[in-house]
Structure formats: C-alpha cells, structure tokens
C-alpha cells in the first residue's frame, strides 16, 4: 500500500494551496481517507477526513470553512483544497487510509493504518 501526498509548499498568509494524496494497492473506495498535520514541536492532529462515498466529511474546528476535502475513486485520489492560509496552518501535511466500512471518520491517528510520507505546507506572515 501506498500514499503519495504532493502540493505543499510556501505560500503568503491568505493564499491557497491543493494537496493532493494519490493511493495504490487498496481497495480505495473502500477506505475512510484523512489528512493530519504536524507542526514542529507539537503533536500530530486531525485536520479532515473523509467517508469511502464521499458523502460525510469531517474537520477540525480549526479549519472549518477554510479547508475542503474531497475524493475521486476512480482515480483513487483524495485532495484538500486549503484557502485564507494561517501561519498556524504551517506544517507537515499527511494522508492516511483507514480500510473498512465505516460511518463516521476517526480524528485519532491509531484509527488509520495507512500512511503518506507527508508534504510541507509553509504559510508566511
């Protein structure tokens, strides 16, 4: 199994950035998709997640109105459109799959089995 995450970079506050996360050797459409992010010196946190259809989606306060999650599973992508961009939103953005039927989306990191191996997102002031 594998996530590639890709889009990050370095962008002024209030900009936008699209991450994408492409997914190989996993039933896609049937994996709970997620994003976290880890800033220096803090712990890893839930920033959005996403239902196998695509229909229930989930954020963090933080990010609530500002970040939209979304899905293609026939491409097996999953992106986070990220816009007015906060320096406090600087950090290193990963996705992760959760495999099983699920109804609701787990904020917890444990809940996820799969992986990417991340993509910094630096938001200057």
């Known amino acids: 199994v594998q996530l590639q995450a890709s889009g990050g970079g370095l962008v002024q506050a209030g900009g936008s950035l699209r991450l994408s996360c492409a997914a190989s050797g996993l039933t896609f459409n049937m994996n709970v998709m997620g994003w976290f992010r880890q800033a220096p010196g803090k712990e890893s946190e839930f920033v959005a997640g996403i239902l196998r259809s695509g229909g229930g989606t989930s954020y963090a306060d933080s990010v609530k109105g500002r970040f939209t999650i979304s899905r293609d599973n026939a491409k097996k992508m999953v992106y986070m459109q990220m816009n007015s961009l906060k320096p406090e939103d600087t950090a290193v953005y990963y996705c992760?799959?959760?495999?099983?039927?699920?109804?609701?989306?787990?904020?917890?990191?444990?809940?996820?089995?799969?992986w990417g191996q991340g993509t910094q997102v630096t938001v200057s002031s």
């Open positions: 992760a799959a959760r495999g099983g039927i699920y109804s609701t989306i787990q904020v917890t990191s444990g809940a996820y089995e799969y």
